[in-house]
């Protein structure tokens, strides 16, 4: 793990960041396609806060483009840089990214980052810094719109809306999934944005249906009537006027609700019922040993 130090005469002020941003933004190269998806690396940076200790620690995870498997991963960890401005978020983070970018032994290729490139009030977000700074393709992938607007895409994956700052078209709402929550595509750095939506979709390869699906195999038992006790999908279920229902059907328990609890009694539920009680166990280890880390890290 590589340990950073905020860089000198990096901007303390939102005035000198802004300054940054706009001198940047210039710089920025909207006219190249950017490489073809399924080729070779792609790189996945994010960052976690300790807020209580002012640390960042970032991660950068490097992906053959083609099979999707693992190449290369590194990580930094850090003082937190900047304070905490909504559309400077970049000044927080870009220095610790940086770090585990460099740490890297291979070329990341694509970055894609957990944020914003041209969707970005001054149309120069994180991921549009970071290949700024990198001369790297990058592109953003966020989970909400920001401060702009866009129409549902249609339910199909794949399905694009524009996200629009008025009638600019800054980004793309896109379905990964059939019927799933839209994410929001933008361009950092010389990727066209066709191409960004094209390399989040092949980050996000198609999964077989489950099993309780229509199209998986296994058809779907009725749903008792609201007031009634049954079984559905292995689990005890009672429903009650209390109980909201979706536009759907689907019963969705509120804080108020209790939640079915499942009771396997077959060997195979046992199986998984144990299964993923040991990678609960795994995930709380892991998460420890992080936690020390930073702790005993010299910063």
Avoid at 137 to 145: E, R, S
Avoid at 243 to 248: F, K, M
Wanted: proline share 12%; hydrophobic share 40%; with cysteine.
């Amino acid at each position: 793990m590589t340990t950073v130090r905020t860089p000198a005469g990096w901007p303390a002020t939102e005035e000198e960041a802004r300054a940054v941003q706009d001198a940047l933004r210039a710089k920025v190269v909207l006219d190249e396609p950017g490489p073809p998806p399924g080729t070779g690396h792609v790189t996945g940076v994010d960052v976690a806060y300790d807020d209580e200790r002012d640390v960042v620690v970032a991660a950068a995870v490097v992906l053959d483009a083609a099979t999707l498997a693992v190449v290369a991963e590194s990580t930094a960890v850090g003082r937190v840089s900047f304070p905490y401005v909504p559309g400077l978020l970049a000044f927080r983070e870009i220095p610790t990214v940086l770090a585990a970018l460099k740490a890297l032994p291979c070329a990341p290729g694509l970055v894609v980052c957990d944020g914003y490139g041209r969707a970005h009030p001054r149309r120069f977000g994180l991921a549009s810094h970071l290949g700024v700074l990198t001369g790297l393709p990058t592109i953003g992938v966020a989970k909400n719109p920001f401060t702009f607007t866009y129409d549902e895409p249609a339910a199909p994956r794949g399905s694009t809306a524009p996200l629009l700052a008025g009638t600019e078209e800054v980004g793309r709402a896109l379905r990964t999934r059939d019927a799933v929550k839209p994410v929001f595509v933008s361009v950092g750095h010389r990727v066209s944005l066709d191409n960004a939506c094209a390399h989040t979709l092949a980050l996000a390869p198609r999964l077989p249906p489950p099993r309780d699906h229509p199209q998986g195999g296994r058809p779907v038992p009725p749903r008792p009537p609201r007031g009634s006790t049954g079984t559905h999908g292995g689990l005890s279920t009672r429903t009650d006027a209390r109980t909201p229902v979706s536009r759907q059907g689907v019963h969705m328990p509120t804080h108020r609700t209790t939640r079915p609890r499942p009771t396997p009694t077959r060997p195979t539920a046992r199986a998984v019922t144990l299964g993923l009680s040991l990678a609960v166990l795994a995930g709380v280890g892991w998460v420890a040993g992080m936690i020390y880390t930073l702790i005993t890290w010299p910063l």
